[in-house]
């Protein structure tokens, strides 16, 4: 008998869960009493401390000096996992950041079941890299090693649509054909499984038919949509005079302003300076001077908030006026659906693409499919879900919880290779 725990580290959300003395799994409430908890570590500067997941964003946002990184899963895999970042009067790395906020989550876990958890499996995407399997390695093994270094004796890893797909199963009467659809912040993961009732054996691959991924999520459409809406307000598309004839306001600004990991880098001497003689030769610059203070006031993370909290009200409304008093009074832009569906067209014809890859790779037909569950908060996207359930008209659609799927799959998972309870 082993404590183990299924450990879901995400781009927007995190779970954990660990086993029921009977022999079940539940996830642990991480904020308040709900189980998932923003994947954000706010530096607070003035207090000399680390804040986690929303209590984190809440404090920056109302103003506390320091600095919000938010989205890090997204690093993991790239070039800047081995960058430093200067917090606390030193560099630190991007992983030692990671391994702040996964610490967190597991003395929470410990504190809640009471004991020490020394084995768990840890989700992750299909693919980290999309296109370079050494970057896809590495990330695994970077995400092992800091498991390793919070005293995890044991450490598996789980896709992640494969682990929704165990806690899908857990509900099926009879066996059958899914098509399991994760879509979180960072990658949109697809697996064809077949499921059968009462299984208990940790072993799926004889079951699973294909495991397919892109990295176009949640984070994707967040940057889409504020390029269209917020950012031609401060100045994107501008024009200012040139050497010879007139220019372009540059986009690296609003594309860095856009972008959760990329965002700090703005707040610099130079990117002000670059900006302010960017003003002296811009034809409007009203909307310049809005993105100097911007800078100025550090206020990018509200933006991010904004439009992210307005694409998630599009899925319940045609339109929403998005609020942006904080930049300045009375400015706001009203986003409809339908903007923001054309806005992420191309992406969404990605994603298609990808689900029909990963049928063509399980070697079945688009009938064949019986059932398809959806996990991930942009699955809630209206245009997502009526392209996909279109390609598959025979099938039963099924929504599992947005957030928690993963989480309690990957602790059925850690049930399975380490034991039957805690």
């Known amino acids: 008998m082993h404590a183990f725990c299924g450990l879901d580290f995400g781009t927007s959300n995190s779970t954990i869960g660990v086993g029921r003395e009977n022999g079940g799994s539940l996830l642990v409430p991480l904020e308040g ?20 997941g929303q209590k984190g964003i809440d404090g920056y946002l109302e103003g506390a000096p320091g600095r919000l990184m938010m989205a890090l899963k997204s690093v993991l895999g790239s070039p800047l996992m081995e960058d430093k970042t200067y917090i606390f009067n ?5 992983s030692d950041v990671l391994s702040y906020f996964m610490r967190h989550v597991k003395m929470k876990a410990e504190k809640f079941a009471d004991m020490e958890l020394t084995h768990v499996v840890l989700g ?3 693919h980290f890299d999309d296109n370079d399997l050494t970057n896809d390695n590495h990330a695994q093994n970077t995400l092992e090693k800091i498991a390793r270094d919070l005293g995890f004796k044991e450490v598996s890893f789980q896709y992640e649509p494969i682990a929704a797909a165990m806690t899908y199963e857990m509900s099926v009467k009879a066996e059958q054909l899914a098509l399991i659809i994760d879509m979180g912040g960072g990658t949109s993961d697809f697996t064809i499984i077949r499921l059968r009732p009462n299984m208990k054996t940790a072993d799926r691959s004889d079951d699973v038919l294909a495991n397919c991924g892109i990295h176009i999520a949640g984070t994707d459409f967040d940057q889409r949509l504020s390029l269209k809406t917020v950012m031609p307000l401060l100045g ?15 986009s690296m600004f609003y594309h860095d302003l856009t972008t959760w990991h990329t965002l700090h880098n703005l707040y610099g001497v130079n990117t002000m300076t670059n900006v302010r003689s960017i003003h002296a030769m811009a034809y409007e610059k009203q909307l310049i001077s809005r993105l100097i203070d911007i800078l100025k006031n550090r206020a990018g993370h509200h933006i991010l908030d904004a439009v992210e909290t307005t694409k ?17 009074n009375d400015l706001s832009v009203l986003v409809q ?3 923001f569906n054309h806005v992420i067209e191309d992406q969404l014809q990605n994603i298609l693409k990808t689900v029909n890859e990963t049928v063509a790779l399980a070697g079945v037909k688009h009938a064949d499919i019986n059932a398809i569950f959806y996990t991930g908060g942009s699955t809630r996207i209206p245009a997502i879900r009526e392209k996909i359930n279109a390609m598959f008209p025979q099938a039963t659609v099924v929504q599992g919880d947005a957030f928690g799927s993963v ?14 309870s805690i």
């Open 312 to 328: 998630q009200r599009l899925s319940d409304a045609a339109e929403i006026l998005l609020d942006l008093d904080f930049i300045e």
């Open 124 to 126: 992750r995407p299909v």
């Open 33 to 52: 009493d709900k189980p998932a908890m923003r994947s954000a570590i706010f530096c607070d500067t003035e207090q000399k401390e680390w804040v986690f």
């Open 90 to 94: 030193e560099y630190i790395s991007y």
């Open 337 to 339: 659906r339908e903007l």
């Open 236 to 250: 994107m598309g501008s024009l200012m005079k040139g050497s010879s004839s007139d220019i372009e306001v540059p």
């Open 407 to 420: 989480g309690l799959g990957l602790t059925i998972d850690a049930q399975r290779k380490y034991g039957s």
